[in-house]
């Protein structure tokens, strides 16, 4: 599930934090950096977890419905939310039952806020449309999770605030941890059972080395980079660049420079995007051009053993 495009984002706020604190230790910074890499592979299972939560909430509601209907002698309510197969499945699942034995904080800590989303999924046209919906299988109870994750977990002021309280580092990673929440969602299929497969906390095994080695560059080369910087702003003032700015560059130039495999067009475009995220409003033209002016200069006196597209084509890309 850790992708690069995570790794990069917790390198460069690592980064900064590592230059703005008094302590500089590279170690216990790599420590850092790889436990938080390691708290959104925690959120990834945490948001996975939800949905089960609320579907036990669904059933704590169905047991009172039940025990009325059966009081009364009226109509008995439906279970085909409280035991959705896709959320059946996902709570039986193996390896999220396996995080959840390892983890002192449980959903069963938030009641109020599993609650209220409930209350939110049940006044839903979403839920209504699925509880009329005279198709009932399987595939029809995963995509209803899939549009309740999109509609009511993806954008949620109240579960922001619930995880800034859980965790410092979860409210940057939850927007790229929920496309990894619903891309699970769309891949789980019924014969798997309690066997599908989690998305693994790494992508590639090689990727936890890629972040430790380019944190690593990062840090040890920092005055060679500020060099090159500081050779290729001589138009403008190098010392009034707004510090993140120095930062994301000396990121990419570090990418550049210790992987070899990395096109860098690819490692631009990457760092002018963290830019337009993490910066000012026109730190995203900026970097980019300075990027690719330094990356040439580097590749025409033979620093840099890469090659780069004509100015037109790598703009157009």
Not at 7 to 32: F, H
Not at 52 to 60: C, G, I, Q
Not at 290 to 309: E, S, V, W, Y
């Amino acid at each position: 599930m850790i992708n690069r495009e995570i790794i990069r984002i917790k390198i460069v706020q690592l980064t900064y934090a590592y230059y703005q604190n008094g302590n500089k230790n590279l170690d216990a910074a790599e420590k850092e950096l790889l436990f938080s890499l390691s708290k959104a592979y925690d959120l990834y299972n945490y948001m996975l977890a939800l949905i089960v939560a609320v579907t036990n909430e669904a059933r704590k509601h169905l047991d009172v419905e039940t025990a009325r209907a059966q009081r009364e002698g009226s109509e008995m309510p439906s279970q085909r939310f409280a035991y959705n197969r896709f959320a059946v499945q996902l709570e039986e699942n193996k390896m999220l039952l396996s995080f959840l034995e390892t983890q002192k904080k449980t959903w069963d800590s938030e009641p109020e806020f599993v609650s209220k989303l409930y209350d939110m999924i049940v006044a839903s046209p979403i839920y209504a449309d699925y509880m009329a919906d005279l198709v009932d299988n399987y595939d029809v109870d995963k995509e209803l999770w899939r549009k309740l994750y999109k509609t009511f977990v993806q954008y949620n002021e109240d579960l922001d605030a619930v995880l800034e309280e859980q965790s410092l580092y979860w409210n940057d990673d939850k927007e790229v941890v929920d496309t990894f929440v619903i891309k699970t969602i769309k891949r789980f299929e019924a014969a798997s059972k309690s066997k599908e497969e989690l998305l693994p906390e790494y992508d590639d095994i090689e990727d936890r080395d890629f972040a430790c080695k380019l944190f690593r560059a990062t840090i040890i080369n920092a005055d060679i980079y500020q060099k090159y910087m500081s050779e290729a702003s001589r138009n403008w003032d190098f010392g009034r660049l707004a510090y993140m700015d120095i930062v994301i560059m000396q990121i990419a130039l570090a990418e550049m420079m210790t992987f070899p495999n990395i096109p860098v067009n690819v490692t631009i475009n990457e760092y002018v995007n963290m830019a337009k995220l993490y910066s000012t409003s026109r730190s995203g033209s900026y970097i980019n051009g300075m990027l690719d002016n330094i990356a040439r200069n580097l590749i025409q006196t033979g620093k840099l053993l890469k090659t780069i597209p004509d100015r037109e084509q790598r703009i157009k890309k």
